[in-house]
């Protein structure tokens, strides 16, 4: 058996490569690009599993140790016994298997508190040790061939033996790392063994967001290559500056025994199966190029991810084909131009998220179905990239960006935030790698491993030096490598924000939660470079309010050019709680100390994978295509760049009063960065009735994609406008018979008694037919649940005094006011926080037994923002059927309603508790015009606007009950529900979570006086 890695040396292993920066990659084969690789064209057509691959997963035996002086030394030896051992699955992490406990925290280090150590130490008493055994034979058909081993992933560093032998070693958990294991083979079984470190000198450097996890995460194979085999493949797809002449170049490193010349064929066909073009060349030490050239290519971009499909076929030196690789090709060409990002020639905006790979049952040890569910959805939503928040992800993620059509900014392993910032401050006294030459190499190697796995993916237009590791010499030159390896790409690097001597390193100004008034200053100033947002609108918990005011930059300046949410899905572990019930955990529920507890739950998509009501936003201020309908047409804006709306059914449906009366279906061709414009075509006199009229307009898929069904909604916009009348509602006849107690004022209709309480302040009984609805008295309210975003700006310190205010209010005057047909009881209501703070809340009771609410608070100096002025009463649980004339469908507030909808929609009250992993505000709904909560037997009341629209909030919580729960399971079993309506609620906010306020617009000033009213209806 032949090895086809010459003259390898012996190498004798030890724990000092941990800790030293020169050691981090022993026996190592080179990085190469992810390409397949089949022995015939059928296979290679096919594209099925290659049969000259053999995967490694599944159970291996395991033992885990605390620190390397635990640990089972010899256990690699062939004669040490494992059987007795427990298993493991693979790919899985350690720590979501049973042994040690997973950790969450963010900037700081892990060991910070427990170890005083400084880059490269690591920690000896804490270095968690995972030993591995998998005992394999080799399939027959890979027998008497090179063998080789790829670990996809394996976090943090890991030594690997094979029967007793030394393979190599390895560090950087996001890129493979490949062995060859023919020099150690023997016949029937062989003893694969490894063993995995939790730390590393490679820990330094990721420092990332996320859950500190270890062990084999990704996939792990066995592969062999024929006698002469492309190592790797670097496929160019260029463009001339006119964009309609192709250059196909492919560069070839060929592995073989002998080194012997191979001829070589390149044959392309289109997306249909069509022979396009092909060319021929012959291989010389090892190497090859050879082009094609295609005129009036298609080009290659998010809107139509068209893809080339090109074979490489290798022929030995008699003629017989050895070996064929299938490469997917986009032609597409990216660059800077004028200082405006160009993708073919036009202005691209990128409407991002920023994704870590995540599963909540696997953590980062995600599979296919994962990431067809991820790029689905985010097709869905109008999302067209992503940054690979902030490591190389599985190659097939790029696969699928690549035919899906989503940009991608590919971000290189390197994260050191903990040597640079301390608690929010700027402090890089020991930064790393900075300009600490000694740091280069394990930093380049990280790069380099990267772009020679992932140069061939049309996806990726941008390469991105890593995440939050300040600024140096070190980082600059990365970038170069970069510049100098692929010319075709640009770079990109956040951290030369907090030190401009090193601006040379990124190509564009990139920055984090820059709030947009900040991100005008630097475009109105004339920059250098265009400007993207890494990371905004920090999505943690009820959040993305003010997002608009970063999309709406997008038409005002050519320079701005987009931005990543931070960030896609919650970082939430699925756990169980004491009595065996499943919820999804987050820093601290592990005993995991330090931590950075629900600092890792910032998504817009659930843990579970469940979409979050933030998604609505989302869609709708990233959609390409704009919709602005008035009372007679629709204006269409089509931003996309390259595709017109022919795939697309415009419909538009007129509501009265939220019924349908009328719906068309039209086709229309918008070309590419163009306006069209449709005009109405409904029946004379339909909307002649007084009212309110809404006119709901979407664009539609005329067939089925990939990622969607044909009639899924792609764009949407809406017109409301009102029928006035001078009719005059008729009287209501009946009368009441009002009777007023020492205690109790009752107020009694034909079937209904209505009863307030001159002791509770308050109305404490509404009884229709026997029914009661009031569990609890209404009651003013100005707090909400703290939201994850309140909690960063310490909304508790600041406006905590209206959390007093909502507990308790003394009421200080009730009066009575008899007309004919109505009754009104008020309260007045004084507050401890300040003594000229009133509330009036009035009650008018009419002859058919509906209540007129109003609430009136009247503005006082001197005090901090209202989170809401509202009024709150409970009602019984059973009651929990809702119907709603309101925006919707998903809740939305002041600052997030631009993606909502008015209509009827129907929902449960436990429908309305958001699933943020800590408790807080969520199921608000605004523009409430009316909305019916009733029992299963279609009993209850509805609540209805009089003058101006409401906000709305069924919830089985209290907001008190809410803000002292820290996770869903906390809360009390329900026993009501709880109703509020509000004339305002201050917005959610989302420019960070960790101090930025609501805008202004969207908060509620003390010193403001704020009335509303509603009419409660029995049903």
């Given at each position: 058996?032949m090895?086809?890695?010459?003259?390898?040396?012996?190498t004798?292993?030890?724990l000092?490569?941990?800790?030293?920066?020169?050691?981090?990659?022993?026996?190592?084969?080179?990085?190469?690009?992810?390409?397949?690789?089949?022995?015939?064209?059928?296979?290679?057509?096919?594209?099925?599993?290659m049969?000259?691959?053999?995967?490694?997963?599944?159970?291996?035996?395991?033992?885990?140790?605390?620190?390397?002086?635990n640990?089972?030394?010899?256990?690699?030896?062939?004669?040490?016994?494992?059987?007795?051992?427990?298993?493991?699955?693979?790919?899985?992490?350690?720590?979501?298997?049973?042994?040690?406990?997973?950790?969450?925290?963010?900037?700081?280090?892990?060991?910070?508190?427990?170890?005083d150590?400084?880059?490269?130490?690591?920690?000896?008493d804490?270095?968690?040790?995972?030993?591995?055994?998998?005992?394999?034979?080799?399939?027959?058909?890979?027998?008497?061939?090179?063998?080789?081993?790829?670990?996809?992933?394996?976090?943090?560093?890991?030594?690997?033996?094979?029967?007793?032998?030394?393979?190599?070693?390895s560090?950087?958990?996001?890129?493979?790392?490949?062995?060859?294991?023919?020099?150690?083979?023997?016949k029937?079984?062989?003893?694969?063994?490894?063993?995995?470190?939790?730390?590393?000198?490679g820990?330094?450097?990721e420092?990332?967001?996320?859950?500190?996890?270890?062990?084999?995460?990704?996939?792990?194979?066995?592969?062999?290559?024929?006698?002469?085999?492309?190592?790797?493949?670097?496929?160019?797809?260029?463009?001339?500056?006119?964009?309609?002449?192709?250059?196909?170049?492919?560069?070839?490193?060929l592995?073989?025994?002998?080194?012997?010349?191979?001829?070589?064929?390149?044959?392309?066909?289109?997306?249909?199966?069509?022979?396009?073009?092909?060319?021929?060349?012959?291989?010389?030490?090892?190497?090859?190029?050879?082009?094609?050239?295609?005129?009036?290519?298609?080009?290659?971009?998010?809107?139509?991810?068209?893809?080339?499909q090109?074979?490489?076929?290798?022929?030995?030196?008699?003629?017989?084909?050895?070996?064929?690789?299938p490469?997917?090709?986009?032609?597409?060409?990216?660059?800077?131009?004028?200082?405006?990002?160009?993708?073919?020639?036009?202005?691209?905006?990128?409407?991002?998220?920023?994704?870590?790979?995540?599963?909540?049952?696997?953590?980062?040890?995600?599979?296919?179905?994962?990431?067809?569910?991820?790029?689905?959805?985010?097709?869905?939503?109008s999302?067209?990239?992503?940054?690979?928040?902030?490591?190389?992800?599985?190659?097939?993620?790029?696969?699928?960006?690549?035919?899906?059509?989503?940009?991608?900014?590919?971000?290189?392993?390197?994260?050191?935030?903990?040597?640079?910032?301390?608690?929010?401050?700027?402090?890089?006294?020991?930064n790393?790698?900075?300009?600490?030459?000694?740091?280069?190499?394990?930093?380049?190697?990280?790069?380099?491993?990267m772009?020679?796995?992932?140069?061939?993916?049309?996806?990726?237009l941008?390469?991105?030096?890593?995440?939050?590791?300040?600024a140096?010499?070190?980082?600059?030159?990365?970038?170069?490598?970069?510049?100098?390896?692929?010319?075709?790409r640009?770079?990109?690097y956040?951290?030369?924000?907090?030190?401009?001597?090193?601006?040379?390193?990124?190509?564009?100004?990139?920055?984090?939660?820059?709030?947009?008034?900040?991100?005008?200053?630097?475009?109105?100033?004339?920059?250098?470079k265009?400007?993207?947002?890494?990371?905004?609108?920090?999505?943690m918990?009820?959040?993305?309010?003010?997002?608009d005011?970063?999309?709406?930059?997008?038409?005002?300046?050519?320079?701005?050019?987009?931005?990543?949410?931070?960030?896609?899905i919650?970082?939430?572990?699925?756990?169980?709680?004491?009595?065996?019930?499943?919820?999804l955990?987050?820093?601290?529920?592990?005993?995991?100390?330090?931590?950075?507890?629900?600092?890792?739950?910032?998504?817009i998509?659930?843990?579970?994978?469940?979409?979050?009501?933030?998604?609505?936003?989302?869609?709708?201020?990233?959609?390409?295509?704009?919709?602005?309908?008035?009372?007679?047409?629709?204006?269409?804006?089509?931003?996309?760049?390259?595709?017109?709306?022919?795939?697309?059914?415009?419909?538009?449906?007129?509501?009265?009063?939220?019924?349908?009366?009328?719906?068309?279906?039209?086709?229309?061709?918008?070309?590419?960065?163009?306006?069209?414009?449709?005009?109405?075509?409904?029946?004379?006199?339909?909307?002649?009735?007084?009212?309110?009229?809404?006119?709901?307009?979407?664009?539609?898929?005329?067939?089925?994609?990939?990622?969607?069904?044909?009639?899924?909604?792609?764009?949407?916009?809406?017109?409301?406008?009102?029928?006035?009348?001078?009719?005059?509602?008729?009287?209501?006849?009946?009368?009441?018979?009002?009777?007023?107690?020492?205690?109790?004022?009752?107020?009694?209709?034909?079937?209904?008694?209505?009863?307030?309480?001159?002791?509770?302040?308050?109305?404490?009984?509404?009884?229709?037919?026997?029914?009661?609805?009031?569990?609890?008295?209404?009651?003013?309210?100005?707090?909400?649940?703290?939201?994850?975003?309140?909690?960063?700006?310490?909304?508790?310190?600041?406006?905590?005094?209206?959390y007093?205010?909502?507990?308790?209010?003394?009421?200080?005057?009730?009066?009575?006011?008899?007309?004919?047909?109505?009754?009104?009881?008020a309260?007045?209501?004084?507050?401890?926080?300040?003594?000229?703070?009133?509330?009036?809340?009035?009650?008018?009771?009419?002859?058919?037994?509906?209540v007129?609410?109003?609430?009136?608070?009247?503005g006082?100096?001197?005090?901090?923002?209202?989170?809401?002025?509202?009024?709150?009463?409970?009602?019984?649980?059973?009651?929990?059927?809702?119907?709603?004339?309101?925006?919707?469908?998903?809740?939305?507030?002041?600052?997030?309603?631009?993606?909502?909808?008015?209509?009827?929609?129907?929902?449960?009250?436990?429908?309305?508790?958001?699933?943020?992993?800590?408790?807080?505000?969520?199921?608000?709904?605004?523009?409430?015009?009316?909305?019916?909560?009733?029992?299963?037997?279609?009993?209850?009341?509805?609540?209805?606007?009089?003058?101006?629209p409401?906000?709305?909030?069924?919830?089985?919580?209290?907001?008190?009950?809410?803000?002292?729960?820290?996770?869903l399971?906390?809360?009390?079993?329900?026993?009501?529900?709880?109703?509020?309506?509000?004339?305002?609620?201050?917005?959610?906010?989302?420019?960070?979570?960790?101090?930025?306020?609501?805008?202004?617009?969207?908060?509620?000033?003390?010193?403001?006086?704020?009335?509303?009213?509603?009419?409660?209806?029995?049903?």
């Amino acid at each position: 058996m032949m090895t086809m890695i010459q003259n390898k040396m012996k190498t004798v292993p030890t724990l000092d490569w941990l800790s030293d920066l020169s050691v981090f990659a022993v026996n190592r084969l080179p990085a190469h690009s992810d390409h397949h690789y089949y022995e015939t064209m059928v296979e290679a057509k096919n594209a099925g599993a290659m049969k000259w691959r053999h995967e490694l997963n599944g159970n291996w035996k395991f033992t885990y140790s605390v620190n390397p002086f635990n640990r089972p030394a010899h256990f690699f030896q062939s004669e040490f016994d494992c059987s007795g051992w427990g298993d493991i699955l693979v790919p899985g992490h350690i720590q979501l298997q049973g042994y040690g406990k997973p950790q969450y925290v963010n900037t700081m280090y892990p060991w910070d508190g427990h170890n005083d150590i400084r880059p490269p130490e690591i920690p000896a008493d804490h270095n968690p040790v995972g030993s591995y055994v998998k005992m394999f034979t080799v399939p027959a058909h890979m027998q008497d061939k090179p063998l080789f081993i790829s670990f996809q992933g394996v976090e943090s560093a890991f030594y690997v033996w094979l029967n007793g032998e030394f393979i190599g070693y390895s560090e950087d958990s996001f890129t493979p790392s490949e062995f060859e294991l023919t020099p150690y083979l023997q016949k029937g079984e062989n003893k694969l063994a490894v063993e995995v470190y939790q730390r590393s000198t490679g820990s330094w450097l990721e420092d990332q967001d996320f859950w500190r996890l270890s062990g084999i995460f990704r996939d792990v194979y066995l592969y062999t290559v024929p006698e002469i085999h492309v190592v790797d493949a670097h496929i160019h797809a260029d463009l001339d500056t006119a964009f309609t002449k192709g250059t196909l170049q492919v560069d070839l490193k060929l592995l073989s025994v002998d080194r012997s010349p191979a001829r070589i064929a390149l044959v392309l066909h289109d997306a249909k199966g069509n022979l396009i073009a092909g060319s021929n060349g012959v291989s010389s030490e090892g190497k090859g190029t050879i082009s094609v050239l295609v005129d009036q290519p298609e080009l290659w971009s998010a809107e139509n991810p068209y893809l080339y499909q090109l074979f490489i076929q290798v022929y030995n030196e008699s003629g017989s084909l050895l070996e064929v690789v299938p490469q997917k090709v986009g032609f597409r060409r990216f660059e800077l131009v004028d200082k405006v990002m160009r993708l073919n020639g036009e202005r691209i905006v990128f409407k991002g998220v920023n994704r870590h790979e995540f599963n909540c049952r696997t953590g980062r040890a995600i599979n296919k179905e994962d990431m067809i569910w991820d790029i689905k959805m985010m097709k869905r939503h109008s999302i067209n990239a992503v940054r690979t928040s902030h490591y190389p992800n599985q190659s097939y993620w790029y696969e699928l960006c690549d035919e899906y059509g989503i940009y991608v900014i590919d971000e290189m392993n390197l994260e050191t935030h903990g040597s640079w910032q301390k608690m929010g401050a700027v402090e890089p006294s020991w930064n790393i790698p900075g300009n600490k030459l000694e740091w280069e190499d394990i930093v380049m190697d990280r790069a380099i491993s990267m772009v020679e796995r992932d140069k061939n993916h049309p996806s990726i237009l941008i390469w991105s030096c890593g995440n939050e590791s300040y600024a140096g010499e070190v980082i600059l030159n990365v970038s170069n490598y970069f510049r100098k390896a692929d010319p075709s790409r640009l770079v990109h690097y956040e951290g030369v924000f907090h030190n401009r001597k090193y601006n040379d390193t990124s190509d564009m100004e990139s920055r984090m939660y820059a709030k947009p008034a900040e991100i005008e200053a630097y475009l109105n100033e004339n920059p250098d470079k265009p400007y993207i947002s890494c990371e905004y609108m920090h999505a943690m918990g009820n959040s993305l309010g003010g997002m608009d005011k970063y999309t709406d930059l997008e038409q005002k300046y050519p320079m701005y050019q987009g931005g990543f949410i931070w960030d896609y899905i919650d970082q939430a572990i699925m756990k169980k709680d004491r009595y065996g019930n499943e919820f999804l955990a987050y820093g601290g529920d592990f005993d995991d100390r330090p931590t950075d507890y629900g600092f890792c739950t910032n998504g817009i998509v659930y843990a579970t994978r469940e979409l979050s009501p933030k998604m609505q936003e989302v869609k709708y201020l990233y959609q390409n295509i704009k919709l602005v309908p008035d009372g007679k047409g629709v204006t269409i804006s089509n931003d996309n760049l390259f595709t017109d709306t022919v795939q697309y059914d415009l419909e538009y449906t007129l509501y009265q009063e939220g019924n349908r009366l009328w719906e068309e279906r039209v086709q229309v061709v918008v070309k590419p960065q163009s306006k069209g414009r449709v005009e109405f075509a409904f029946p004379k006199e339909i909307a002649s009735a007084a009212g309110e009229y809404c006119i709901h307009t979407s664009f539609k898929l005329k067939e089925s994609t990939r990622w969607a069904d044909a009639g899924y909604e792609i764009a949407f916009g809406q017109y409301i406008y009102h029928v006035k009348t001078n009719e005059v509602k008729p009287a209501i006849a009946g009368a009441l018979r009002v009777v007023e107690g020492d205690a109790n004022i009752g107020v009694h209709g034909s079937d209904f008694t209505i009863m307030f309480s001159k002791q509770a302040g308050s109305l404490t009984s509404l009884n229709y037919a026997g029914r009661e609805m009031i569990a609890l008295p209404p009651a003013p309210l100005f707090w909400r649940a703290t939201t994850d975003n309140d909690r960063g700006f310490s909304q508790g310190f600041h406006s905590g005094l209206w959390y007093a205010a909502s507990l308790a209010r003394k009421c200080v005057a009730t009066t009575i006011t008899k007309e004919a047909g109505a009754t009104c009881i008020a309260f007045t209501y004084q507050f401890s926080i300040h003594s000229e703070i009133r509330v009036v809340t009035s009650y008018t009771v009419l002859v058919d037994g509906s209540v007129h609410v109003k609430s009136v608070y009247n503005g006082v100096a001197n005090l901090p923002q209202i989170p809401t002025f509202a009024l709150s009463f409970k009602i019984p649980a059973d009651y929990n059927q809702l119907e709603w004339y309101a925006m919707g469908p998903e809740e939305n507030y002041s600052d997030r309603m631009r993606g909502a909808r008015l209509g009827i929609f129907n929902n449960q009250v436990d429908d309305q508790q958001a699933g943020y992993l800590m408790p807080q505000e969520s199921g608000n709904r605004t523009g409430v015009r009316w909305v019916c909560v009733t029992n299963k037997k279609g009993q209850g009341m509805r609540i209805s606007f009089v003058s101006e629209p409401v906000e709305c909030n069924f919830s089985p919580y209290t907001a008190f009950e809410l803000e002292h729960a820290h996770h869903l399971f906390e809360l009390p079993n329900v026993h009501y529900t709880v109703v509020t309506v509000a004339g305002k609620q201050m917005g959610v906010g989302g420019d960070d979570s960790w101090g930025a306020p609501v805008h202004d617009e969207y908060l509620i000033p003390a010193d403001q006086s704020i009335e509303f009213e509603f009419m409660i209806q029995r049903i």
